[in-house]
């Protein structure tokens, strides 16, 4: 008879909570027991879409469990590791998500004998159903006590994760770049669609011309990485055209201008730079 699986309960099962749990069930590596929500509808979507578990409405209808994934938002972490460690639970693993923040915003738990971490996941996990699909491959930075990241890292592993140990003092920093590489994507897609539109570009040009162009750069930048991808004026050196775009775009959008000089000034660095 084979060993019972370690049990998992989930304190937030959103995009990432979700993704997680199902992942784990259908891994067949880790129970998922209890999970808590808002609201005890959004907590019973989240078991239908997993697979497993119960939805519970109170943090105090949670059964002891081997491993605690608090995945709700950052700012609700520290408040969420109060209440667990209030229920006066049997000590476990307790661990989140955030990339930004550290193990220590489980100190009420750890300060009662828990093992505590933080396993961050480098994918934008905007749909559940989409990065189940996903994150096969996805690099994951586990940072926290010893005991607590040497236990995450083969349940990672077994989902297709590349894990790697990130210290406690870099997290800010390691979590600024996986901004400047996802999240302002589409930023700068928003703002450039804007901009075309205004300039009368018909809208329904717009989803092709997006999937092109994004295709071309990614194609670029996969086969010859960011510097040798770069092209546009600031690369080419043509300082006058920036100058002359950047006060279009200014007297437009202040702040839209003010990105455009600093990246314009980083892509000139950065064509520079591949000269040396
Ligand atoms: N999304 C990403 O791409 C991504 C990538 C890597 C890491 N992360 C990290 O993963 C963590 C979760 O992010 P997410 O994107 O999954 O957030 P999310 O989709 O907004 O889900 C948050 C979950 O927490 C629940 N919740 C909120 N406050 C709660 C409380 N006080 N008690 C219990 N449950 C509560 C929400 O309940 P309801 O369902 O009822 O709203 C929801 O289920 C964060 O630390 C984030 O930094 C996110």
């Not at 205004?198 to 960011?226: C, F, I, K, T, W």
């Not at 279009?248 to 660095?269: C, H």
Request: hydrophobic letters at 50%; one cysteine or more; proline letters at 5%.
């Amino acid at each position: 008879m084979s060993a019972p699986l370690p049990t998992l309960n989930l304190v937030g099962a959103g995009r990432v909570g979700k993704t997680l749990g199902r992942l784990w069930q259908q891994a067949g590596v880790l129970q998922i027991q209890d999970v808590l929500t808002t609201s005890t509808a959004s907590a019973q979507a989240a078991v239908d879409f997993i697979g497993a578990g119960r939805a519970v409405a109170t943090p105090a209808q949670m059964r002891p469990a081997d491993l605690w994934l608090l995945a709700v938002p950052d700012r609700q972490i520290a408040a969420s590791a109060q209440t667990l460690a209030a229920l006066g639970l049997p000590p476990a693993l307790a661990f989140h998500a955030s990339g930004a923040l550290a193990a220590a915003e489980l100190a009420p738990l750890q300060a009662r004998g828990w093992h505590c971490a933080s396993a961050h996941c480098i994918l934008s996990f905007a749909d559940p159903a989409t990065a189940q699909q996903q994150f096969h491959g996805t690099v994951c930075a586990l940072e926290g006590d010893t005991a607590a990241t040497q236990q995450l890292k083969p349940l990672l592993t077994d989902l297709g994760a590349q894990c790697f140990a990130l210290a406690s003092e870099h997290k800010l920093l390691y979590h600024a770049a996986a901004v400047w590489a996802t999240n302002f994507l589409p930023v700068l897609q928003a703002k450039a669609e804007a901009l075309w539109q205004r300039s009368g570009l018909p809208a329904e040009l717009l989803p092709g011309l997006r999937e092109r162009l994004l295709h071309n750069a990614v194609d670029n930048l996969l086969a010859l990485g960011p510097a040798a991808a770069l092209t546009g004026p600031a690369a080419r050196g043509d300082t006058a055209l920036v100058e002359r775009q950047g006060q279009a775009i200014t007297a437009l959008d202040a702040e839209a201008g003010a990105a455009y000089a600093a990246l314009s000034a980083m892509a000139a660095r950065l064509a520079r730079d591949r000269q040396l």
